[in-house]
């Protein structure tokens, strides 16, 4: 009998150990299906998936690093991520949408709603949270998101698998998610041009087409010596403001623009690109890779005035870019850049004034 002891002590463990995580699963109520929807630890998602019914796709995944990138490709803006997390472990269930409503849901969901998919780190033996073993990704939410609620204090949602949608919302939150969850890469996208750090910064060279004596670049030898040079004879400059040349090249270190100009036609957009650029600035970093935006002036709308009270030819506000030959014309707003758009004669002014 001794010699079973062991098996049978170990057996009666695993016994119990079974019979409490059937109990947990069974037991509960409408409370514990609620909570179905939220992540409660969402440091083990590893991507989320967003799609809509006008094949508008979002893939959001966590990299070996612990950043985010989006569609493999993109870099992301890390607030969407951050609220996207925090929504995915806030939203609750408020209640079960009513028979006499149900179908007419179904139906509103099957025409407009985002498909969620929520992929996790999970392991394949877990005990308690105690002892976890052979970690993998494992999809562990698949859910619809509909339209808000006719108060607007709610979301629709549905589990696939199941009849019935929910009004879901999030505790203490006055409104509605449903526009957390956009499947549009442009709402995901880092609105980053530039960011770097002056060390990181090997080269920037900037090109005013309109009025080439302008134009010039810098060349970072060990972040405290810089060469400039005029673009006109490819000229050195040997007397300039080094500390004019570092407040400039700092700028680079945050450089957003507006948004993407993703409704425009290729028409349009080819006929943009096809003309000469105002501006070129390449930027080059330490890893010797190049980064470069073109800008063009864009038409005023009518109505916009100038500070005498004539209406413009050109926005004074905006103009369109191109980051790195991409398909995409971006917005940029002059107030961003114009720190970048300096003449050469900006470092020489107090040298020449001395």
Do not use: C
């Amino acid at each position: 009998m001794k010699k079973y002891r062991n098996s049978i002590i170990l057996l009666v463990v695993l016994g119990i150990i079974t019979a409490f995580m059937l109990l947990q699963n069974r037991s509960g109520t409408f409370r514990k299906e609620s909570n179905t929807f939220a992540v409660a630890d969402t440091s083990s998602i590893t991507k989320f998936f967003l799609a809509d019914k006008r094949n508008n796709t979002v893939k959001v995944e966590r990299t070996e690093t612990g950043n985010w990138l989006l569609n493999d490709k993109y870099e992301i803006n890390p607030t969407m991520v951050q609220v996207m997390l925090q929504t995915f472990m806030s939203i609750d269930s408020k209640e079960a949408v009513a028979k006499a409503t149900r179908n007419t849901i179904i139906r509103m969901m099957a025409a407009k709603s985002v498909k969620t998919e929520i992929y996790q780190k999970v392991y394949r033996i877990n005990i308690f949270e105690k002892i976890k073993l052979f970690p993998h990704e494992k999809l562990t939410r698949t859910y619809y998101v509909g339209d808000a609620t006719m108060d607007n204090s709610g979301t629709f949602m549905l589990m696939e698998g199941s009849e019935d949608p929910y009004v879901v919302n999030i505790p203490g939150f006055r409104g509605f998610v449903s526009p957390r969850y956009s499947a549009f890469e442009g709402d995901w996208r880092s609105h980053s041009i530039y960011k770097f750090r002056v060390p990181d910064i090997s080269s920037v060279t900037i090109k005013f087409n309109e009025d080439p004596a302008h134009s010039f670049s810098i060349t970072n030898r060990n972040n405290k010596e810089f060469a400039l040079t005029s673009m006109v004879g490819n000229r050195n400059i040997e007397n300039f403001d080094t500390s004019k040349v570092v407040q400039y090249l700092s700028v680079f270190k945050n450089l957003n623009y507006e948004n993407i100009l993703d409704k425009m036609t290729k028409t349009k957009r080819d006929s943009i690109v096809s003309g000469v650029p105002t501006y070129e600035i390449t930027l080059v970093d330490k890893l010797g890779k190049s980064h470069a935006l073109k800008t063009w002036k864009r038409k005023a709308d009518i109505g916009q005035l100038d500070i005498d009270g004539i209406q413009t030819e050109y926005d004074i506000e905006r103009m369109y870019g191109q980051v790195d030959e991409s398909e995409q014309l971006l917005s940029i707003q002059y107030f961003v850049v114009n720190e970048v758009l300096i003449p050469i004669e900006f470092f020489l002014q107090n040298v020449n004034n001395e």
